[in-house]
């Protein structure tokens, strides 16, 4: 296999089990839950067929939802999120241009356009997931206020792993 396979392979079990051992374990003020493992399919290389990008964000989702004891909210968000991120990819990042960064992160390519590209993202992943575990549109005003402080936090911990992990002009 070669170096980025290698390096995709890391970084899914790095984030996992920062989620699983960490992450799983936080909520601030009942509004913030960090899931920064979603960082992994924002991070997936751009080549990725869209079939495999489905079969993998569903299958990391539906492992998060096993190892927290979850009824599949984590395995549709992440499936939503994988189905939107091809699209927005080429309009973001890109800008309609072809692709010239294999892996989209901070360091490669245009801060501004991946920090919003990760940011829209992180928002249709909570949106769907706390949509998803209310079940109803009654408390919609606090599903959007978890949405945005979840997303800014979680946002927040992907640019710092981003600077910690990723070296500069480095495809990851």
């Not at 839950?33 to 869209?50: A, C, E, S």
């Not at 994988?82 to 309609?96: E, K, Q, S, Y």
Request: glycine residues 6%.
């Amino acid at each position: 296999m070669n170096n980025i396979v290698w390096q995709n392979i890391g970084r899914f079990v790095l984030l996992m089990l920062l989620q699983l051992l960490v992450l799983n374990y936080v909520y601030l003020g009942g509004y913030v839950m960090p899931m920064l493992y979603v960082l992994f399919i924002i991070m997936l290389p751009t080549n990725t067929g869209r079939i495999p990008m489905l079969l993998i964000a569903f299958c990391t989702g539906l492992l998060v939802d096993i190892m927290a004891g979850m009824l599949g909210f984590h395995a549709l968000a992440c499936t939503v999120v994988a189905m939107l991120r091809i699209w927005f990819a080429d309009r973001i990042i890109t800008r309609g241009e072809p692709v010239v960064v294999d892996t989209p992160s901070i360091r490669n390519g245009a801060p501004q356009h991946f920090v919003a590209y990760m940011l829209l993202l992180l928002a249709v992943f909570y949106l769907v997931f706390y949509t998803a575990e209310i079940f109803s549109f009654r408390g919609f005003g606090g599903v959007l206020l978890a949405t945005v402080c979840s997303t800014l936090v979680t946002a927040l911990l992907a640019v710092l792993y981003q600077m910690v992990f990723i070296r500069k002009k480095e495809e990851v």
